[in-house]
Each structure stands twice: as C-alpha cells, then as structure tokens.
C-alpha cells in the first residue's frame, strides 16, 4: 500500500506558521462594504483584536462611571447566558426568576412599601435611559388621565429638572413632546436649587426630577428638602405633582455609606426611582432598573400582554429584545457581595476620592468643585486659566494613558471648565496616587511651556521703536560736539 502526502503549494497560507506572514494582514479590513471572500477565522480574529488595541484602557478612563472589571465566576455565567433573550420569559423561566429577585431587592433597598412575600413593582433595562423613558411616561399617562378626567386640556405636559441633568433626559422630552423646565445652576451651586424648582411648578407638570448623584459632580441633590416645599405646594394647590429620583449613581451608594439620607421612597412624593445596575451596581455596561412604589404609579395601559412566545407575558420595555447576561450578572453581584460587600467596596471608593481630593490640593494650582458626601467623584477646575486650561491638562493627560474629561458646568456656570474624575471600584489606591503623580508632572511640564512672566521678546517694529528714541536723545549732543571741533 502506497501513501501519498500532500503539501501546501509554496506561497499558500497554509504553509505559513506566522499570522503576520498572511496575505490577511497585508491589506486593510473593509470599512464599507461587505467583502466579497471569506477568510479564517483567526484571521478575522486578529485583525479586529489588534485594531481594538488602539481603544484607552477601560481600567485608566476616569471619564466613565461603568463598571470595567468583574470576577471570573461572574464572567463566566455571563457568557454561559449570552445567547438567552430575556423577553422570552417562559422559555427561560429560571432567567426570570432572577430578574424579579433583582427587582425584589433593589426595590426594598430603596425602601418600598411592600410586604415580606408581597412582589415589587419594577422592570430591568438597557441603563438608566431606558428606565428614565419608562418611568417618565409612566407620570405623563397619569397626568394625562387625570386631566381627562378633570375635563381639562392635556396637550402641554412639562418636566421639572435642574440644568445638570445627563442628556437622557433631554432626550425623554424631545422624543415624548414634552416641555423640560431647567433650573439654571450658579458658581458654588452645581445641582438644583429645590427652592427654584418648586417655583417652575405648575398644573402642567407631570413630576420633578431630582438627581442622587449629578454627573457633572457627583454630588447629590436635596430630596428631602424638594419633597417637603413641593408637600406644601400641592396643599396649597391640590395638583398633586410627583417626585422622580434618577439615582443612576448613586442608587448603589447612598444605601450603604449614607444610610440616614432620606431620598427613597422613604419620601410620600417619590414615586419612582432609577438607577444603573452597570454603574455603582457593579455590572459591566448594558443593565439598569426602574422601580415604582406602588401599582397604581404605572398605569396598566401602558403593560402589554403577549402570547406568541409561549404563555402570556406581560411587559414594559422599549427595547422588545434584551439579552440575559447582565441580568444573571446583577444577581450574583447582589448575593455574592450582600449589603457588607457593597458597604465595604463604597467606602474604599470614598477613601480613595479623597486620596485624590487631598493630593489635588496640596498642587495649589485648583478649586475642587465637588462634594465629599457624593458619588465618589473629584471634579476640580484651575484657579488660574490664563495660560493654559483644563481641556490642555485632559489632553496631556490623554498621552499617558489617563481619560480624565474637561467639559464646562451647565448653563449658569458655563463659564467655569472641569476636570473629574470618577473613582470606580478598580481604582486602587496605587493607581489613584499614580494618576494625581501624573496630573502634577502635567502641570509643572505646563508652567514651564507657558511660564507666569515670559522673557521680554522684542520684534522689528519694537527695535525700531527703541532705536528712533535712543537717536532722539543722542542727536543734541552729537551736534554740541560737532560745533565745538568746528570752533
């Protein structure tokens, strides 16, 4: 018997041992159309993996609130789930099961009034946008049903907020028609004033939104105060006007470092809150929740019954298709960690804010513009932005691997720029000194490029200048000296 062995012909891919030797990396990936070929699949894997090299690393952007880093375990029943779709609730029931447990906790994390076996009213999104789309047109039926029902008009809803509310929001009031009010901040004042909120209320206003956790600062508004001026409103009124929490950050603060903070449901005017499991929550990006404080604070024509998937499933969403993963993930977050875990991680986000704060300082060059009771977030702006500004700092600080954001404050204080950045539960205290190392080499490289008194330059014209007066004063006694040689 006879064997023959084939080999690859010379130049074929096949008989390459580099991946860098393939034809693959020799021609730039299609940006616009779809190619027309194949190619292996550890080509196209290589390809795409080095290209996503030139991405910052998520550990070192300081930018984002979102959770970078999870344990394995958590990792590995993500990717056990991925390819489970949460809306098909009778096929995956177990999946379910954990959704409503989320719901369940976090709902009397925030203080809910339900019974011991008694089911939460909730739903898990796609962050805290989808929720705050949810929850806002949950207020505006309610007030679209009672004005009907008060034979009155209901064709001009308006939203109280301050100006530093994220953009969500102004997304909300676009796509849904309604008028969002804007509290305009002032320098030293960076979130609401409940005062001036309560002023901008009328019968037209479907809720307040107050914010546990501003993004610009991370500080948290007064809800107690906001729920206690607008109780009096409504008495004096009888309109009634609702308070909607957006705890996107610090939902999953408050509750354990500041436990005393009335800002839930606690409230008799909250009657929703939002907040990002993929934030504090410690989930990586892609899963937020809505929670209402009762039945009645979501009216029914808003749920929808289906029955093409199985059985009949009610659901409020506006993402119709949802994957599981982030889900599953939040409940091993919540009973891996449980309410000392959570506690334990805050406080250790605190201290290291503080680290930062304190090290900030001790530069002399800025004004710290946030709270030490907050979302552990340093927002901090230059004393001095003659020379240089914070936008020339972020983008130094860009070239050494750090995102650390410079925008201006909300309209009110727009002229002020800031810096911030958020300290997240990866951020060791190593790295938090190491970045405020960086931040000072930033600024000393800075003051040498563009120093407080420049050497005096002189141009043409300024040499001229200086020559034309030199000659002024020696001319009368060049021509005293010339007449007396004459003489």
Known sequence: MHFTLAFPKPGSDLCLRSNFASRYVRASLPRFSMPENSMPKKAAYQNIHDELKLDANPKMNLASFVTTSMEEECNKLMMESINKNYVDMDEYPATTDLHNRCVNMIARLFHAEIGENESAIGAGTVGSSEAIMLAGLAFKKRWQNKRKAEGKPYDKPNIVTGANVQVCWKKFASYFDVELREVKLSEGNYVMDPAKAVEMVDENTICVAAILGSTYNGEFEDVKLLNDLLLEKNKQTGWGTPIHVDAASGGFIAPFIYPELEWDFRLPLVKSINVSGHKYGLVYAGIGWVIWRSK???????????????????????????????????????????????????????????????????????????????????????????????????????????????????????????LRVVVRADLSRTLAECLVLDIENVVHELEKLHPKYPAKTTNIKEKKSAFDARRKIIAPESNKLQKIMAA
């Open 296 to 418: 009645e604070d979501l009216p029914e024509e808003l749920v929808f019954h289906i029955n093409y998937l199985g059985a009949d499933q009610p659901t409020f969403t506006l993402n119709f298709s949802k994957g599981s993963s982030q889900i599953i993930a939040q409940y091993y977050q919540l009973i891996r960690l449980g309410k000392e875990g959570y506690k334990s991680i805050m406080e250790n986000c605190r201290e290291n804010a503080m680290v930062v704060k304190e090290r900030l300082e001790k530069i002399g060059c800025f004004n710290i513009l946030s709270k030490d009771d907050g979302v552990p977030v340093v927002a901090f702006s230059l004393k001095d932005r003659s020379r240089y500004d914070e936008f020339k700092i972020s983008k130094m600080l860009r070239r050494l691997g750090w995102v650390v954001p410079a925008y201006p404050m909300p309209p009110g204080a727009q002229h002020i720029n800031a």
